[in-house]
């Protein structure tokens, strides 16, 4: 049976390369922006895991970048303590609990250029992971470039640098990029959809994506989307755009509907 043979090789594959991303908004403020360049970028290591985001309410510019994280499917956690390091605390605790609970996370990617995070970093490298580091510059401490190696530091203004040298250099990661077809896709946007209407709960693109995820194994994002003629979608919401322009489903700024129901707002 070698097709059953090659599928449970790939499962095995992706469960070996599972990714988690941690960031604290405080200290890498300069994500605003590059949330779909950070994505891309997990992806290439891994199967995504888990994506949290940490912020603190009490403060906007947190709250903005907080808001667009969350619109592609980011976990945001609210630490609205005043403690200075409330935010490391938590993230720290979360990121233990992750790799307890889920040993196949091999991969995690910490957005932080904080010393306060070496303790965390010596854990995870002795228990065999792999950690990533991405800061904002003139806030990296030189010892945790050291701790990590300059090859698993990066400044995150880089990211749509390296996303972009990685298209034009490595050769697609099949796993990765072939996992679902457009009309599959389109029938779980379409169920997502109706999931999230029955719960009375917004439909805004975050949410359909997570509940998308959710209910199909095969669905990592956009980028694990194939159009028939090979090309990939760029972001989630050219996905959604191409689903208006087809009659698939209706978008109303940031919200989706079904077209048989006409649920649009007046």
């Keep these: 049976m070698p097709h059953a043979n090659q599928s449970s090789n790939r499962q095995t594959s992706q469960q070996k390369n599972s990714v988690g991303i941690f960031a604290d908004i405080q200290n890498v403020s300069s994500i605003k922006g590059k949330g779909h360049f950070l994505l891309e970028f997990a992806q290439s290591k891994g199967r995504i895991d888990c994506k949290?985001?940490?912020?603190?309410?009490?403060?906007?510019?947190?709250?903005?970048?907080?808001?667009?994280?969350?619109l592609i499917g980011m976990k945001?956690?609210?630490?609205?303590?005043?403690?200075?390091?409330?935010?490391?605390y938590r993230l720290i605790a979360n990121c233990v609990q992750a790799v307890a609970f889920n040993p196949s996370l091999k991969t995690i990617i910490l957005f932080s250029g904080d010393w306060d995070y070496a303790g965390l970093i010596?854990?995870?490298?002795?228990?065999?992971?792999?950690?990533?580091?991405?800061?904002q510059r003139g806030s990296a401490s030189p010892n945790l470039i050291k701790l990590v190696g300059n090859d698993n530091f990066h400044f995150v203004d880089?990211?749509?640098?390296?996303?972009?040298?990685r298209n034009k250099t490595q050769?697609?990661?099949?796993?990765?990029?072939?996992?679902?077809?457009?009309?599959?896709a389109i029938e779980y946007l379409i169920e997502a959809i109706k999931t999230a209407l029955s719960q009375d709960k917004l439909t805004v693109f975050g949410r359909i994506d997570r509940l998308m995820r959710q209910r199909c194994a095969n669905y990592q994002g956009y980028l694990s989307i194939s159009t028939d003629d090979g090309n990939k979608f760029k972001s989630f919401s050219q996905f959604i755009d191409v689903a208006v322009?087809?009659?698939?489903?209706?978008?109303?700024?940031?919200?989706?509907?079904?077209?048989?129901?006409?649920?649009?707002?007046?």
Excluded at 158 to 165: A, D, F, K, R, T
Excluded at 171 to 184: F, G, K, M
Excluded at 253 to 265: H, I, N, R, T, Y
């Design 76 to 88: 945001c956690v609210d630490v609205p303590e005043h403690s200075n390091n409330s935010a490391d």
């Design 52 to 70: 949290n985001v940490y912020y603190n309410s009490h403060y906007i510019n947190q709250v903005c970048i907080k808001n667009e994280l969350e």
């Design 122 to 135: 010596c854990i995870l490298k002795s228990l065999g992971k792999k950690v990533i580091i991405f800061a």
């Design 171 to 184: 050769p697609p990661n099949t796993d990765l990029v072939s996992r679902i077809n457009y009309n599959e």
């Design 245 to 266: 322009k087809e009659g698939k489903v209706q978008k109303q700024g940031q919200e989706l509907f079904l077209v048989e129901l006409k649920k649009l707002a007046a």
């Design 158 to 165: 880089e990211l749509p640098q390296l996303v972009g040298n």
